[in-house]
């Protein structure tokens, strides 16, 4: 069995496209939340997710397309994207987002889309993680979020330790410890690398590999251009940040 976990797809089909060739038909597809926002095409990635999905969990931009849930703390490029994506939105797609649950749990590891009980927390440093760490038992957490491909871990006596994974690289797991595992963004890193990031889980090899790949990004901000969304959101793209 091997996973491949994605997260913050935030309307990006070019990059979504190009991360499902890189895997296998064989491989069990999870998303850890935020596939719309930002991003000019969330109905066609809904659409392409359902066909390959096991499971999937709420994000915080998916929940504020449905609610307008949190739009207050929304910058303002954020918030007009979500009043698009809003106006957009087929009914079908706006079920599917619906019926996403908050997390999901396996007997190995925890999807959230932020953190655990507090869903829509950012893991930014040592402090937060290390209440993550708190407020569950799960060995493995992974998370999404802060577009962010990075690692965490917790050693037996609560010292949490960090791990930048930039231009990607594996995580072999050690006895012992916990990990909490940030798996980037399909739809807009920011991790100053603007490569799409996006993880294989392998349990039985007890590893995780980072996968960063190039995707068409000037057809996105062409896409994004032609919807009037926020130039920000283009150009950010190939900055990576």
Partial sequence: MRYAIISDVHGNIESLERAFSLMDPSDEVLCLGDIVGYGPNPNECIALLRTRLRHAVLGNHDLAALENFGVEYFNDAARAAIAWTQRVLSDESRAWLNG????????????????????????????????????????LVFIGHTHIAEYWAQEPDGTVGHRHMQQGGVLEFEEGRRYIVDVGSIGQPRDLNPEASFVFYEPQKRTVEWVRYPYPIQEVQEKIHEAHLPEYLAMRLESGR
Wanted: proline fraction near 8%; charged fraction near 20%; charge should be negative.
């Fill in 100 to 139: 996403l649950s908050y997390e999901i749990r396996y007997p190995e590891f925890l999807m959230v889309h932020g953190a655990p009980v507090n869903y829509f927390e950012y893991i930014l440093d040592k402090r937060t993680a290390a209440k993550a760490f708190a407020l569950t038992d799960a060995p």
